[in-house]
């Protein structure tokens, strides 16, 4: 055996670099996952501002095929109306009333 049985694994010249899993991303998503802005997406989740973003998107998809809301949803009108026995809407006035 040689005087230099162990050789270093590490020699002075040699730069360690610790790897991280972020830098396995590309680089623009990177500054995603930095704690401020996941924060502020975990934030933004829990306080309901993805139901906005849903309702939003589908108000304006209805808009733009010339639907309106009221087509698609029960309203204060329509549950009036069942309530007191009409066929549809149209029977009961505003305030609740027959007409």
């Not at 991303?25 to 993805?50: D, K, M, N, Q």
């Not at 906005?52 to 639907?67: D, E, K, P, S, V």
């Not at 009108?77 to 007409?99: F, I, T």
Request: with cysteine.
């Amino acid at each position: 055996m040689s005087g230099n049985a162990h050789p270093h694994i590490y020699d002075h010249e040699t730069t360690v670099v610790t790897s991280d899993w972020r830098s396995y991303l590309p680089e623009g998503v990177r500054s995603y996952l930095e704690p401020a802005p996941l924060a502020a997406l975990f934030l933004g989740i829990s306080s309901g501002a993805t139901f906005a973003m849903i309702g939003a998107t589908l108000t304006t998809r209805l808009a733009q095929y010339g639907i309106q809301k009221s087509a698609v949803t029960v309203g204060k009108r329509k549950r009036e109306s069942e309530r007191l026995g009409c066929n549809n809407g149209s029977d009961v006035s505003k305030k609740g009333a027959r007409r």
